[in-house]
């Protein structure tokens, strides 16, 4: 099952994450964030980064994850296909990303996002795992 | 939003309308990750062209004295403090200086299609067929970094002045406290890059010009017409109940609309009041106003900026299914140049309100007054 999936929400664009694990339900955060911006499939596993983000509760972490996505993306054109958790807790996260760097002759555009919102944000555990919702300002 | 006027004609425009679009698309990167790594500043450079804004510009050859007494704030609002803004919105924007980005901005060569109120008209030196230019970008990702990092400082301020938030998102701190100063000191910054992006792309549209028309020496026959804001804050003293009172008036999603004799507005426009510039969809059409008297006491001085859409991105991309948004505009003499299929869909007419009906709302209330219609022939999307 995708780990994520998109809901209307006039201007913007919402998305709904789900995970067995909280470490599942970032990395869906991840492949969310670059289903977004460009064809999954186009991008390569040619380098792996290192990622650290803290924030002050796991909800702003959320946020705080793809903010640094982002900034990777539009300061340095770095796209990922792969994402892999290390380790997380409420306040501190880190990961691996494997991808490439943005080249416009072979990616297919699709949207910018300007950032990742604090709006209707939701992180919840349930029976099953982990749901989150998060709104992407494009 | 900038408006540039022409001395060319619409006719004329059509007649290299290809050349042009190619011209203009290759000067000024569009889309997704658009930068300009031939222009790229360094971090000294940058944090004076957050404090200057325009001044910046014009000191390197890049605006006229002309071009600054046409934006709002002579292209550079005062209390900007490059210290507030991060390393990293820095570095998201010492390359997209000149670059429009992707979404709704773009860059339209149009024409005067319509004049309603000639005396208004003919002060901004619009007139019919007359050829014009619209710039609709801001702060790019420089600004979008600043809205990050300022919402995790708010969070925490929230917190610290116990104001309770209905939804995360509305975190804050009282516009008088340190961190509601440091925060309009780098909106301010945003503002003036902003102000400094679209000068770059205007210098960029001259060169266009320049080449396709065989214009000669610096002359483009490109005038600014007017630049002003739709996403800002500003400390302004309007009347309340009958009182003169000092307010932050939050425009966002709106722009200004000064009505005529206010001292912000440009000394051209002050006997018809501040162009107002609503941009339409890109099948459909743009419209300059001015400010009213009316508008000012009602509205704080205030207009929408744009129609505002009626379909979410995802379903106008549903909307447009297999049809050629590109084809439909060409056959009604509209050429789209450097825009992905998905902006294509989530752009096209159908996904906005009609802006017809927006503006007639907008005159008919009194908030702002029609002063002429401009249609598309180039557009440039991301």
Known sequence: MQGFRYFEHTGDLGVELYGDTLEDLFEHAGEAFTDIVIDPSSVRPLQEIEL??????????????LSELIFRF???GRLFCHYHIRSLD????????????????????????????????ELRRYEQGWKGRVIFDL | ??????????????????????????????????????????????????????????????????????IEAQGCISGAEPSQVSERALERGKSQLGTLGSGNHFLEVGYVREVFDE?????????????????????????????SD??????????????HLPDRQLCCAPIGSVEGRKYLAAMACAANFAFVNRQMITHWTREAFQEVFGMVGSESGLELVYDVCHNIAKLETHQVQGKATRLCVHRKGATRAFPQGHREVPERYRAVGQPVLVPGDMGRCSYVLVGTESGYAETFGSACHGAGRVMSRKQAQKAAGGRSVIKELETRGILVKGASRATLAEEMSQAYKNVDDVVEVLHQAGICRKVARLDPLVVVKG
């Not at chain 1, 501190?92 to 300007?114: Q, S």
């Not at chain 2, 790594?37 to 910046?56: A, H, M, P, Y």
């Not at chain 2, 005396?119 to 600004?143: F, N």
Request: hydrophobic fraction near 40%; charged fraction near 25%; glycine fraction near 10%.
């Open chain 2, 150 to 163: 300022s919402l995790s400082l708010m969070m925490q301020a929230a917190r610290s002045y116990g104001i």
């Open chain 2, 1 to 70: 939003m900038r408006l540039l006027r022409s001395g060319l004609s619409g006719q004329e425009i059509r007649n290299v309308a290809n050349g042009l679009a190619e011209v203009l698309s290759l000067k000024i990167p569009s889309g997704l990750g658009s930068s300009r790594k031939d222009f790229s500043q360094d971090v000294k450079t940058l944090r004076r062209i957050l404090e200057q804004g325009v001044g910046w510009a014009h000191e390197q050859g890049y605006a006229s004295k002309e071009d600054a007494a046409h």
């Open chain 1, 52 to 65: 650290r983000v803290e924030a002050p509760d796991l909800e702003q972490l959320l946020v705080e994850w």
């Open chain 2, 119 to 147: 005396r208004a008209a003919a002060a901004m030196g619009l007139e019919k067929d007359l050829a014009t230019v619209l710039i609709h970008t801001g702060s790019r990702g420089l600004g979008h970094q600043i809205c």
């Open chain 1, 74 to 76: 539009d300061a340095h």
């Open chain 1, 90 to 121: 409420a306040q501190r996260l880190v990961g691996t990303a494997r991808g490439e760097v943005f080249d416009p002759t072979r990616h297919t555009i699709r949207t910018e996002v300007k950032g990742a919102t604090y709006h209707q944000l």
